[in-house]
């Protein structure tokens, strides 16, 4: 395996599930994604690996030893599998903030587990989560704003514990928005006017104040004695990005004891599909048994509503149709009987189901916050 820094050499563009053609109306405040969705990371490496060994840069070039290699569509890499993106400040790994931890007045805060059966449009035994009794005098906390969690502060909240302030890195300290404006004009007259010319895309350029903000991918399966280039074109607009080896970080932090498991996900868990229908993650054993662990049940959840990520298939060319993922940070209360416990354990380094090859539905486990008996 192989871990990669992907650093930032120019302001960087990542379209996120809205229409963003040519001509159209609704081209104001296209935001980047960031970070970007696995997708793009693993068709940016391997687009890069063939190129740095062999590759003409023709759309229809590769030979066959790169289609074994790297793959035959966007979507099927061959022999690599990749995990990530994650971020890094100063070579520390920070991690998505997970969706049970709530805050107020700024510097306190709680978290929520399961609580005892109620009945709602779920069905009549659902297990909501909610603070412990304490907490719950409190009507006014709110999800911290867009945050990230260093590595001692997840070691606290998968423990159970409440992290300190100063583990709570805010995502406009990682990252600054460039809003830019641009204005189609004709190739032959140079003149402008036509509806739809007008466009606005919003940059990301990573950037804090005496740091150093990167993005770390772990690349696996790589051909022996291939190279790996040092400057890759990343994102829309072939914006330039710095490419470099690095020894691997430390292990994620994980807990898991007993048979009350809490699941985080380290990146957006794509939703298994029933024919063309995502299956939703409802209560029950029924959305661990499409993601392939069984004697799992899905009591509790705290999660966002789900992203469409999507890609662009280079060989069609075209988009790749969007697939709904549930949120970085999404937060399963999951209950293990027979060997699903150590399973899991197995999957951490390697992620859920097939689409974890592509770097989605990573995780790491943690324990069920506990609250005094009241």
């Given at each position: 395996?192989?871990?990669?820094?992907?650093?930032?050499?120019?302001?960087?563009?990542?379209?996120?599930?809205?229409?963003?053609?040519?001509?159209e109306?609704?081209?104001?405040?296209?935001?980047?994604?960031?970070?970007?969705s696995?997708?793009?990371?693993?068709?940016?490496?391997?687009?890069?690996?063939?190129?740095?060994?062999?590759?003409?840069?023709?759309?229809?070039?590769?030979?066959?030893?790169h289609?074994?290699?790297?793959?035959?569509?966007?979507?099927?890499?061959?022999?690599?599998?990749?995990?990530?993106?994650?971020?890094?400040?100063?070579?520390?790994?920070?991690?998505?903030?997970?969706?049970?931890?709530?805050?107020?007045?700024?510097?306190?805060?709680?978290?929520?587990?399961?609580?005892?059966?109620t009945?709602?449009?779920?069905?009549?035994?659902?297990?909501?989560?909610?603070?412990?009794?304490?907490?719950?005098?409190?009507?006014?906390w709110?999800?911290?704003?867009?945050?990230?969690?260093?590595?001692?502060?997840?070691?606290?909240?998968?423990?159970?514990?409440?992290?300190?302030?100063?583990e709570?890195?805010?995502?406009?300290?990682?990252?600054?928005?460039?809003?830019?404006?641009?204005?189609?004009?004709?190739?032959?007259?140079?003149?402008?006017?036509?509806?739809?010319?007008?466009?606005?895309?919003?940059?990301?350029?990573?950037?804090?104040?005496?740091?150093?903000?990167?993005?770390?991918?772990?690349?696996?399966?790589?051909?022996?004695?291939?190279?790996?280039?040092?400057?890759?074109?990343?994102?829309?607009?072939?914006?330039?990005?710095?490419?470099?080896?690095?020894p691997?970080?430390?292990a994620?932090?994980?807990?898991c004891?007993?048979?009350?498991?809490?699941?985080?996900?380290?990146?957006?868990?794509?939703?298994?599909?029933?024919?063309?229908?995502?299956?939703?993650?409802l209560?029950?054993?029924?959305?661990?048994?499409?993601?392939?662990?069984?004697?799992?049940?899905?009591?509790?959840?705290?999660?966002?509503?789900?992203?469409m990520?999507?890609?662009?298939?280079?060989?069609?060319?075209?988009?790749?149709?969007?697939?709904?993922?549930?949120?970085?940070?999404?937060?399963?209360?999951?209950?293990?009987s027979?060997?699903?416990?150590?399973?899991?354990?197995?999957?951490?380094?390697?992620?859920?189901?097939?689409?974890?090859?592509?770097?989605?539905?990573?995780f790491?486990?943690?324990?069920?916050?506990?609250?005094?008996?009241?």
């Amino acid at each position: 395996m192989t871990w990669l820094r992907i650093s930032a050499v120019d302001a960087w563009f990542f379209r996120d599930g809205r229409p963003y053609t040519q001509g159209e109306t609704s081209q104001s405040d296209v935001t980047s994604l960031f970070p970007p969705s696995p997708l793009t990371i693993s068709g940016a490496l391997r687009a890069a690996l063939a190129r740095a060994n062999g590759w003409d840069g023709k759309p229809m070039g590769w030979t066959p030893v790169h289609l074994d290699m790297l793959g035959r569509g966007p979507e099927e890499t061959g022999k690599l599998s990749f995990r990530g993106p994650f971020l890094s400040r100063e070579g520390s790994q920070l991690f998505p903030l997970p969706l049970h931890l709530l805050v107020r007045e700024g510097r306190q805060f709680a978290l929520v587990a399961p609580a005892a059966s109620t009945a709602c449009d779920l069905g009549h035994a659902v297990h909501l989560p909610q603070p412990g009794a304490a907490d719950r005098q409190h009507i006014d906390w709110k999800r911290p704003a867009e945050s990230f969690l260093t590595a001692q502060g997840l070691d606290r909240v998968l423990a159970g514990k409440l992290p300190q302030p100063d583990e709570l890195i805010a995502a406009s300290h990682l990252r600054i928005l460039e809003p830019r404006i641009g204005l189609k004009r004709d190739a032959y007259n140079h003149a402008t006017g036509d509806e739809g010319d007008l466009y606005s895309p919003v940059y990301v350029r990573l950037a804090e104040k005496g740091h150093d903000v990167s993005l770390l991918v772990e690349v696996r399966g790589e051909p022996s004695g291939w190279q790996w280039p040092k400057l890759i074109p990343f994102g829309g607009e072939s914006r330039m990005a710095a490419l470099e080896p690095i020894p691997k970080p430390p292990a994620v932090p994980r807990y898991c004891n007993g048979s009350e498991v809490l699941l985080l996900c380290l990146t957006p868990l794509r939703l298994p599909l029933s024919g063309h229908t995502p299956i939703r993650p409802l209560p029950g054993r029924a959305f661990f048994a499409s993601l392939g662990i069984d004697d799992l049940e899905l009591v509790s959840a705290c999660t966002d509503r789900p992203v469409m990520i999507g890609g662009w298939d280079s060989q069609a060319p075209g988009p790749l149709p969007l697939r709904p993922c549930l949120p970085a940070g999404t937060v399963l209360f999951c209950r293990a009987s027979g060997d699903a416990t150590t399973r899991l354990q197995n999957l951490v380094d390697i992620g859920l189901g097939a689409d974890a090859r592509l770097g989605f539905n990573q995780f790491t486990l943690g324990v069920w916050p506990s609250f005094p008996a009241t």
